[in-house]
């Protein structure tokens, strides 16, 4: 039996064990298994045990068994306003850090698609903030942001601007400091994939426009952006949701405070579950997130519904 | 296209800006790595260290097992890297060549799996493994780490079957081959650098990931480097800078080759997926 000689069965039928005899099927199950079953096993499984859990009022540690409590956990999240001052401050955080970092990257990767001569060095710079662990990078931003012996501080200092600040554990500074950092850490990912997009924006019809007495200005808006917008959407969708799922930078940053200023959802159910062993509780928190970024994408998927209806010449 | 001068002034200037903002925080770490703790009790803190010294990275190791937890980051990152590629390429394949139920319902999967809020995932995981007895081990970490990379490897290969021609594959049968023939000895070939970008590409997410191995592992001797990292921290937030800027620099090396090395690729592949789907 040939990949070539069989006919071809209807797209839409699934490949499974009833398939009629002869079909290549068998082969397709044998090789997906492998991982199929971790999936199933390690990832969709825990998932909707996760979901169930939201149910129940499982702790860490506990003794008696665990019960079904109904919605009561949600009735509970409700009214903690604590947990609704993350949430915001979530989103702060991840509109704080998608914005300004698209805009960045966008200019970056309009800059890095011209011919310039620094271009190689500006990419093999972009590898740093991408490959680093967000450890590290927390680690490394503590430094430069450190009272004392931190460079940004004394650069200030040497330009006649203030005389130290503690920008992490300032009240007001905290959250903008560490949405520098989240800036700078996802910058690079976001400049590579719009540059990607711009390169396959064909050239001819920039010199079309051009040689029409087009300005920079209109052709970025009838040439460039109409091709780019597909994965501009797409990495806007990815960071955002990225940013608002976040926790290593800002567990290293600042673990939350001053305050709970910079305490993000996924730190705040992380401390209700393993600091508190609040695990019923915290697996609620984990449904309302996926609700509002499930809420999140709808938004921004009927969106680039609308604009390809539009013709997508229109931002 | 003609750019004037003042233009190109405008965007030399914007570069060099982007330059220095990428490249100073981590020029600053590795000056901090070299200072003795003289110069880093300075009040007006210089770039290069007047008196250079290694005593950093020796207290760093004096201080926390890095050793140990470089080793159980290497045993992680290459364990999940293999198993992952292993059982993520022929799935790749299948998604890649046939336009199944399943194929479209992985695809699904992949992309619903970066919208998880990890919370939702570990407490689930954290219990079963806890059951299984793999809490604070190192091959418990690398099943989650599995898992955890395999929607992006799946993203990447799939990308790198599809651009395997198909007619290649059809020649092959056409001469005779069967099935599994010609997948060992046609289509792997060709696949081969995908593979390896891919699995270097696992490697360097586990060796980076933090919040499981936080949740997972327990004790000292178990941790991996980015947790143990943050014990230089100590609790109150009070560092020991030298040590700390040290032990941070040393953990990044090893990620920062193997990323320059695949850098190119990762973006093919990731494009590849991304622009297709």
């Not at chain 1, 305490?263 to 928190?285: C, D, I, K, S």
């Amino acid at each position: 039996m040939t990949l070539v000689t069989e006919p071809r069965r209807p797209a839409r039928r699934a490949p499974g064990p009833d398939a009629p005899r002869g079909a290549p099927d068998h082969g397709a199950w044998f090789l997906v298994l492998p991982a199929l079953i971790p999936i199933l096993v390690l990832s969709v499984g825990p998932l909707l045990y996760g979901v169930l859990l939201a149910f129940t009022d499982a702790q860490s540690g506990r003794t008696e068994p665990t019960e079904w409590i109904g919605a009561l956990n949600f009735r509970d999240l409700l009214h903690d306003t604590l947990f609704w001052e993350s949430f915001r401050i979530g989103l702060l955080w991840a509109v704080g850090v998608t914005v300004p970092q698209f805009l960045l990257a966008l200019g970056l990767a309009l800059l890095l698609n011209q011919n310039l001569r620094l271009r190689w060095l500006a990419r093999a710079l972009a590898i740093i903030p991408w490959a680093m662990p967000e450890v590290v990078v927390g680690i490394m931003w503590r430094l430069v942001y450190n009272a004392d012996a931190g460079i940004l501080n004394e650069t200030l200092r040497d330009l006649g601007l203030g005389n130290g600040h503690d920008w992490l554990s300032g009240l007001g500074t905290a959250l903008p400091a560490v949405i520098v950092v989240g800036v700078w850490a996802g910058m690079p990912q976001t400049t590579v994939a719009l540059l990607a997009g711009l390169q396959n924006t064909p050239r001819e019809l920039h010199e079309a426009a051009a040689v029409d007495g087009a300005g920079a200005w209109r052709r970025f808006r009838t040439v460039t952006w109409p091709a780019l917008r597909p994965v501009a959407l797409a990495i806007t969708a990815l960071n955002l949701i990225w940013n608002f799922n976040s926790f290593a930078l800002v567990y290293v940053l600042t673990n939350g405070g001053p305050g709970g200023r910079t305490r993000l959802p996924m730190l705040f159910a992380y401390e209700e579950a393993f600091r508190y062993g609040q695990f019923g509780y915290a697996a609620a928190m984990g449904c309302v997130m996926v609700a509002v970024i499930s809420i999140l994408l709808a938004v921004f998927l009927v969106g680039r519904l609308r604009g390809e209806a539009k013709g997508g010449d229109e931002a | 296209m003609r750019t004037s001068t003042a233009a190109r002034t405008g965007q030399y200037a914007a570069l060099l800006a982007y330059l220095v903002f990428l490249a100073f925080p981590f020029l600053w770490l590795i000056s901090i790595a070299f200072k003795p703790p003289r110069e880093l009790a300075s009040l007006h803190p210089t770039w290069i260290p007047e008196d250079p010294t290694l005593d950093n990275f020796r207290q760093a190791f004096d201080e926390q097992p890095l050793l140990r937890a470089g080793l159980n980051s290497l045993l992680a990152a290459l364990g999940a890297a293999v198993i992952a590629v292993l059982i993520a390429t022929p799935m790749a394949y299948v998604m890649a060549r046939r336009r199944g139920r399943l194929a479209k319902a992985a695809t699904g999967w992949v992309v619903v799996s970066q919208a998880f809020p990890f919370v939702l995932l570990i407490i689930p995981l954290f219990l079963v493994l806890k059951n299984l007895g793999l809490i604070n081990s190192v091959p418990g970490l690398v099943m989650v780490y599995v898992v955890w990379s395999l929607p992006f490897a799946l993203w990447m290969l799939t990308g790198y079957v599809r651009a395997v021609p198909r007619e290649l594959e059809e020649a092959a049968a056409v001469d005779g081959a069967g099935r599994l023939r010609t997948l060992v000895s046609v289509t792997a070939p060709l696949l081969a650098p995908g593979i390896v970008a891919t699995a270097l590409f696992a490697f360097i997410t586990a060796w980076n990931e933090f919040f499981f191995a936080l949740v997972l592992l327990k004790t000292p001797e178990k941790q991996t480097l980015p947790v143990i990292l943050t014990h230089f921290l100590g609790a109150e937030g009070v560092a020991d800078l030298g040590p700390l800027a040290a032990a941070a620099f040393l953990a990044t090396l090893p990620s920062l080759v193997v990323f320059a090395l695949i850098q190119r690729r990762i973006t093919g592949g990731m494009l590849a997926g991304a622009v297709k789907s």
